[in-house]
């Protein structure tokens, strides 16, 4: 029997679809007017590319519902034990559906990416492959899993960006890099929240590797570079005085972070403060332009 169509958006988990491809636009925003008030002779208000915004949108939130669907088709197994109600371990779809329409989702996003430009397809293309990766090898990798979701998150921005071309993507970058150290710092404590549960299913995660206080230390350091970094968009003006107001919140919210998981050696409140800090964080990327 043929999947539905709630079902395959439910193996897309198009809720965090919509959510990639508003922070892709947002990008795409912050650009721009970075781009305006560095050169006003170039662009205008009146030449913010709607169109293209559009696109954006759409390849973000087509790639990032192939990559849940691939994830879903290789973590059947683990699924099946753990979220029996999913798309496939409850039988509402099959492998095969879910990998032909994960591989549609890639094609249709890649594609509709390089009508925007090269830059975007070219980063369109990647982030495909290495959802793929990560789902069949990374996932399963100490470090190098937690590295690659930080990449993607925050690529987000960087992918918005390019419609503008490679000063889109350098007016940006410093967003991106702030992005993916919050990101990356969560995913560390998100398995050391679950390493009980990890060890059970056999996986390599890195709390399991080094250990839980170990992989604490470096999710600690890594948490503490964002907020040292935090105020760089304020200071290189790529963003403005609001921006360094709100990431105090932000800022506050990764310490509260900090404090709970090396003080209160609590993984799970961490992993809960560190997504409320970053829901600050983006709240400051927008108020910041």
Excluded: H
Excluded at 70 to 81: A, E, P, T
Excluded at 151 to 157: E, I, K, N, V
Excluded at 223 to 229: E, P, R
Excluded at 251 to 275: C, E, H, V, W
Aim: proline residues 4%; hydrophobic residues 55%.
């Amino acid at each position: 029997m043929s999947a539905g169509i709630r079902t395959y958006l439910e193996l897309m988990r198009y809720e965090n679809c919509l959510m990639a491809g508003f922070a892709a636009v947002i990008g795409t925003l912050i650009a721009f007017n970075i781009l305006i008030s560095e050169a006003p002779g170039s662009y205008s208000p009146e030449d913010f590319p709607f169109f293209y915004s559009c696109l954006v949108f759409l390849v973000v939130f087509l790639v990032s519902g192939a990559g849940n669907t691939i994830n879903d088709y290789f973590d059947v197994r683990i699924d099946s034990i753990n979220r029996p109600e999913r798309p496939i371990p409850s039988g509402r779809a099959t492998l095969k559906e879910a990998l032909y329409f994960s591989y549609t989702l890639f094609a249709l996003g890649t594609l509709l990416a390089f009508w925007i430009n090269l830059i975007c397809g070219f980063i369109a293309l990647f982030n495909s492959l290495l959802l793929i990766f990560y789902a069949k090898t990374l996932k399963g990798t100490p470090l190098l899993g937690n590295l690659s979701i930080g990449y993607l998150t925050g690529s987000t921005f960087l992918f918005g960006a390019s419609v503008f071309g490679f000063e889109g993507l350098d007016v940006l970058f410093v967003l991106f890099l702030l992005a993916a150290l919050g990101i990356t710092a969560r995913e560390i404590v998100k398995d050391i929240e679950d390493i009980e549960g990890d060890k059970i299913e056999g996986a390599d995660t890195l709390p399991i590797r080094v250990g839980a206080k170990k992989a604490g230390y470096l999710a600690v350091f890594i948490g503490l570079l964002a907020v040292l970094l935090s105020p760089l968009p304020y200071f290189m003006q790529i963003l403005g005085v609001r921006y360094l107001y709100l990431v105090l919140l932000a800022d506050m919210g990764f310490l509260a972070a900090i404090y709970q998981l090396l003080i209160r050696n609590n993984p799970t409140k961490s992993s809960r403060m560190f997504k409320i800090a970053m829901f600050f964080a983006l709240i400051a990327f927008i108020a910041g332009v």
